[in-house]
């Protein structure tokens, strides 16, 4: 079973950088594939860009595509979000989440980090 724990978030300007990170543990991380979603006030939680801890693989919802970048370190079992030329509709809540590679619903999420971008 993986445990995520997110850290890195905070109140930052339009057009500022962030990067959060999601510590993992408890688990064969090659098996899994670990995601950033974001929950704004109001609304549904969203995808925002994913990674297959085994080959590197990414992916990114078209809202951040060249604005964000996933990597993750091997070392030290850390995924990061780097955020680049954040919007004030980027604020809110970051989740990091897991699943394994043969299923397609994330069963691991870490408790969140906010994350404000004032305009």
């Known amino acids: 079973q993986v445990q995520l724990v997110e850290s890195g978030g905070g109140l930052v300007q339009a057009g500022d950088s962030l990067r959060l990170s999601c510590a993992a543990s408890?688990?064969?991380?090659?098996?899994?594939?670990l995601a950033w979603f974001r929950q704004a006030p109001g609304k549904e939680r969203e995808f925002v860009a994913t990674i297959t801890w085994g080959a590197g693989s990414t992916g990114y919802a078209d809202s951040v595509k060249g604005r964000f970048t996933i990597s993750r370190d091997n070392a030290k079992n850390t995924v990061y979000l780097q955020m680049n030329s954040l919007k004030p509709e980027d604020t809110a809540v970051y989740y990091c989440?897991?699943?394994?590679?043969?299923?397609?619903?994330?069963?691991?999420w870490g408790q969140g980090t906010q994350v404000t971008v004032s305009s």
């Open positions: 989440a897991a699943r394994t590679i043969v299923t397609m619903k994330y069963n691991y």
């Open positions: 408890g688990g064969t991380l090659s098996w899994y594939v």
